[in-house]
Nanobody, 115 residues
Framework: QVQLVESGGGLVQPGGSLRLSCAAA????????????MGWFRQFSGEEREFVAR???????DYADSVKGRFTISRDNARNTVFLQMDNLKSEDAAIYYC?????WGQGIQVSVSS
């Protein structure tokens, strides 16, 4: 069983930065982290969740076109943790952000962008 704990959200002005973290815990976390990609998704009010970025155990990464060049995903294998560095944030980035490992979702964390 795996649990995902997200942190690092909050309110930032347009052009600002935030760093999200997602830590996997539980009996199967280490194995799952070494097998499955860890991804970030976001959900705008009234809409479906959309893909943001993904980090594979190999070190490969994928990004949605809307965040390429502004967001960077990285992983710390020793701590079963993935980070999402978000720079040059825009108002349209404001959403609830969720991390996902295999079929397990985190609880979601709010990112607000406003002046």
């Amino acid at each position: 069983q795996v649990q995902l704990v997200e942190s690092g959200g909050g309110l930032v002005q347009p052009g600002g930065s935030l760093r999200l973290s997602c830590a996997a815990a539980g009996r199967s976390s280490e194995r799952s982290f070494s097998v499955f990609a860890m991804g970030w998704f976001r959900q705008f009010s009234g809409e479906e969740r959309e893909f943001v970025a993904r980090s594979w155990p190999s070190g490969a990464t994928d990004y949605a076109d809307s965040v390429k060049g502004r967001f960077t995903i990285s992983r710390d294998n020793a701590r079963n943790t993935v980070f999402l560095q978000m720079d040059n944030l825009k108002s349209e980035d404001a959403a609830i952000y969720y991390c996902r490992l295999g079929t397990t979702w985190g609880q979601g964390i709010q990112v607000s962008v406003s002046s």
